[in-house]
């Protein structure tokens, strides 16, 4: 599959609003959670869903649990329902999995401390897609 950013990125807001865009439902509630609860256990640590590779990730004290989607390139696109973030790179890195990595690394950290809690639990949702 051939996508942008922007367009990759839309399958992380879908599975954020509950499988509904623009008011209709695309994915069942029933299959939105079956496909991102933990499947098949994996020797790092982390776990799969169907299609999705699942992270506890630590902030600071916190632990946040995210999915992602990726592909040979290091396209991925990782949500974080938690925080009602959705996020997504599209880069041309073909075979070259330690590029990958520093993106899970350095971009999802640096994402998670730059959000900001306006009531102590969430914070606002910017909808760039």
């Avoid at 079956?34 to 299609?51: E, N």
């Avoid at 632990?63 to 009602?84: K, R």
Wanted: glycine residues 12%; contains cysteine; charged residues 20%.
């Amino acid at each position: 599959m051939h996508v942008i950013s922007r367009d990759f990125l839309k399958f992380g807001q879908l599975y954020l609003d509950g499988g509904i865009w623009n008011g209709t439902r695309l994915v069942s509630a029933t299959w939105l959670a079956q496909s991102t609860a933990r499947q098949v256990d994996r020797s790092d640590g982390s776990s799969d869903g169907f299609g999705w590779h699942r992270h506890q990730m630590r902030v600071g004290a916190r632990s946040i649990e995210t999915y992602e989607a990726s592909g040979n390139g290091g396209q991925i696109m990782i949500v974080i329902p938690a925080l009602e973030v959705a996020m997504a790179v599209t880069p041309r890195s073909y075979g070259q999995f330690h590029r990958w990595q520093r993106i899970r690394e350095v971009l999802l950290p640096g994402v998670l401390r730059a959000v900001r809690y306006q009531d102590g639990s969430h914070p606002g949702r910017t909808r760039i897609c």
